[in-house]
């Protein structure tokens, strides 16, 4: 799934950025030697790290040798923020290097960095408590690696954390409720281990993005999930093991432009207050439960594209919802209990559920019962490009 435009337009700044580190790295006579004791820390820290990689296969980290860390392979030095006359590593980008070690202590060293890139390693083990000493942190992005353990506090006391990246390793347990009161603006946590509820408070929450697809959870999506509607632009809860009702109050979310449901457990009709989300493009609702019909107001959405309304139990579409692909959306409504549409349910599998409709506004959230799946694991997300690496300094 495609980020934002918003963070297409922040990755472009970001890799201006890049080039500011780049070019500062390779005249650091214009420093003064304030630049001496961060530089020697840095030192300290690298080295350390180096001595716990264990698999370095593209030799990324070969260049490791030395005092003079600005020339080591992934490593951005810049001008300090505080002082512009004291250089410092700001930066770490070994994406895709198939590195195998883990994180050591001496990290926190590496007080000045503002971004750290490890997508697509081999990194194991827990994350140091040290990482609480990297406070101008703006990015961290550790997907695609086998870090271990339940939710890694630590990242939560990061004061300027932006962008938290942590999907596809082995965390496991609950998501901590303190996750969304932080002013993040992107919440990957997809493709782990995590199991439990999702947290119901999302009170200060600021994420434009948040993926929560293929973990564990149980229950249903608080309707809390309305203190997102000021900034939320992309929700994705793919194979989640979601249950209950849809809550109306997602209906609030108006900057919504892709909402991403499919393969969990979900029942009842769709709330109609999903008419209200007009910048909507994309919605799946497949692999569910869902019964009752597919509202109008979804199907006259002004900026939608894309409808997926397939494997539920759906048994009437709404006026323009019968020809939906006559606007040029692409639209999938197969597998349903819709009367004169083919590739549908059988008449007996879709009496079996239609004899039993969900009344949702008899259900608190807590209170709806989750049901077992009828249908197979939901597809993975494929790993996403890590953006590029880009220090927030200027």
Known sequence: MALSITFHALTSLLLFHVSLVSTATHTPHHHTSHSSNHLQKAYRALQAW??????????????????????????????SPSDPNTLVVAGIDLNHGDIAGFLPEPI????????????????CGILPRSLSQLSLLYELDLSNNRFVGPFPDVVLSLPSLKYLDLRY?????????????????????????????????????????????????????????????????????INSSLSGCLPPEVGYLYKLRVLDMSYNSLVGPVPYSLAGLGHLELLNLDHNMFTGAVPLGVCVLPSLQNLTVSDNYFSEEEGICRNLTSRGIVFDDSNNCLPDKPHQRSHKVCEDVLDHPVDCYDHECSAVAPQASPFAAGPSLAPAPAPAPAPAYT
């Open 108 to 123: 926190g060293l590496l007080s000045d960095l503002a971004l750290i890139h490890l997508n697509s390693n081999r990194f």
């Open 169 to 237: 390793n082995e965390f496991e347990g609950p998501l901590p409720p303190k996750l969304f009161s932080n002013p993040l603006d992107a919440i990957f946590v997809n493709n782990n281990r995590l199991t439990s509820l999702i947290p119901r408070d999302f009170t200060g929450t600021t994420a434009s993005v948040v993926v929560f697809a293929n973990n564990d959870f149980s229950g249903c999506l608080p309707p809390t999930i309305a203190h997102f509607a000021d900034t939320l632009e992309e929700l994705l809860l």
């Open 50 to 79: 180096k001595k716990v990689i264990y698999s370095d296969p593209k030799n990324l980290t070969g260049d490791w040798i030395g005092p003079s860390v600005c020339s080591y392979t992934g490593i951005f030095c810049a001008p």
